[in-house]
């Protein structure tokens, strides 16, 4: 009788080691999404190979093995990872993993997607402060509100065209009227390279409450906790981003 053939070693003990770390706890499904592109991307686990354990990852990351199987779902369903069952079953790098989304032309390089984030984190962040310090009329807060239900309630054929109306309801409420076009502009970069990326529904979820910490920060006058809250928001964001199209 032949032997049985070993078990393949997890690919990313070692050098995964330096990838992956700890995440930040606020974003801590967008994170650990990219940590795995990252160890994919760099060839640390390589096609065909296999991915420690979710309990491994989880303990690594810092995470739960919710967010570990979430995470591991969605990369699964956006093709970069296949899972098998069995004696020698687990989570494995697919033969053929999909190249680094691109949305079309060298104006969509790298240091265009950084100076795009860059340029949202101080618009947006300095919106949502703005907007908290203002005192705002009823018609203005049962706009936010509203548009805070509608985005809640979309579904993924509408859900990013939403989100942008959110957005800019935040900016409109700055009270500024020479901000809302500058966000418009820079909301049409973020669209452009979001297109390019798969529409994770824990993403989704995670994106729907913090925009409701934001709300609810803007609507109590919090100016210090609306920019943090929307800070943090936008950190999640660029992670998905940059482990998609980097």
């Known amino acids: 009788m032949s032997e049985p053939s070993p078990q393949p070693a997890d690919a990313a003990d070692g050098v995964g080691d330096a990838l992956l770390r700890p995440v930040r706890p606020g974003n801590a499904f967008e994170d650990t999404v990219q940590r795995l592109l990252q160890t994919v991307r760099l060839g640390v686990v390589g096609p065909g190979e296999k991915l420690p354990p979710e309990r491994d990852l989880a303990a690594r990351l810092g995470v739960s093995r919710d967010t570990v ?15 098998r069952r069995g ?16 949305t079309g032309g060298p104006e969509h390089a790298e240091a265009h997607l950084d100076d795009v984030l860059r340029l949202r984190e101080i618009l947006e962040t300095g919106a949502v402060r703005q907007a908290a310090r203002r005192t705002l009329t009823a ?49 049409m970069h973020v669209n452009a390279f979001l297109d390019g990326i ?25 100016a210090d906790g609306a920019a943090a809250a929307m800070e943090e928001h936008l950190a999640g964001s660029a992670a998905l981003l940059r482990g998609f199209l980097a």
């Open 69 to 83: 199987r979430d995470a591991i779902k969605s990369l699964a369903d956006a093709g970069y990872l296949a899972s």
């Open 87 to 102: 004696r020698y079953g687990g989570t494995f790098v697919v033969d053929d993993p999909p190249a680094p989304g691109r």
């Open 139 to 187: 018609a203005e807060r049962e706009t936010l509100w509203a548009r805070l239900k509608e985005t809640r309630g979309a579904g993924p054929g509408d859900y990013r065209r939403l989100d942008s109306r959110l957005h800019l309801t935040f900016a409109e409420l700055a009270g500024s009227p020479s901000l809302l076009p500058l966000v418009a502009d820079n909301r």
């Open 198 to 222: 798969p529409l994770l529904e824990r993403n989704i979820r995670h994106s729907d409450d913090q925009h409701e910490t934001i709300v609810i920060a803007v609507l109590a006058g919090d």
